[in-house]
């Protein structure tokens, strides 16, 4: 499956942003797509997913950010609120297959799209 993440931009502290993360097969409904971010000099980190039916999201992020996906279009949207300085960072979409203790790393999913740069300023 290939990704493809958009919605990126420069925006204020206390914004919001919608990022999109489409997918190429038809086969997408059967792939947990998960977020996550990575700034500059740091690690990949879990943002948020849809898991099972349910919503997972990072402590950082829980309140602010809101995950859904739509398998009739295969696309798994991220909506985020009062953004912060500190979520500047590329946003990637991965798509695997990962059991309940494997969602937030990333070692869990197989393929990944570009990423979209968000970028907060104060």
């Known amino acids: 499956v290939q990704l493809q993440a958009s919605g990126g931009g420069l925006v204020q502290a206390g914004d919001s942003l919608r990022l999109s993360c489409a997918a190429s097969e038809r086969t997408f409904s059967g792939y947990t797509v998960a977020w996550f971010r990575q700034a500059p000099g740091k690690e990949r980190e879990f943002v948020a997913v849809?898991?099972?039916?349910?919503?997972y999201y990072d402590e950082s992020v829980k309140g602010r950010f809101a995950v859904s996906r739509d398998n009739a279009k295969n696309l798994v949207n991220l909506q985020m609120d009062s953004l912060k300085p500190e979520d500047t960072a590329v946003y990637y979409c991965?798509?695997?297959?990962?059991?309940?203790?494997?969602?937030?790393?990333?070692?869990?999913?197989?393929?990944w799209g570009q990423g979209t740069l968000v970028t907060v300023s104060s």
């Open positions: 991965g798509a695997g297959h990962p059991i309940l203790s494997t969602i937030r790393n990333p070692l869990g999913y197989g393929h």
């Open positions: 849809v898991f099972r039916g349910r919503t």
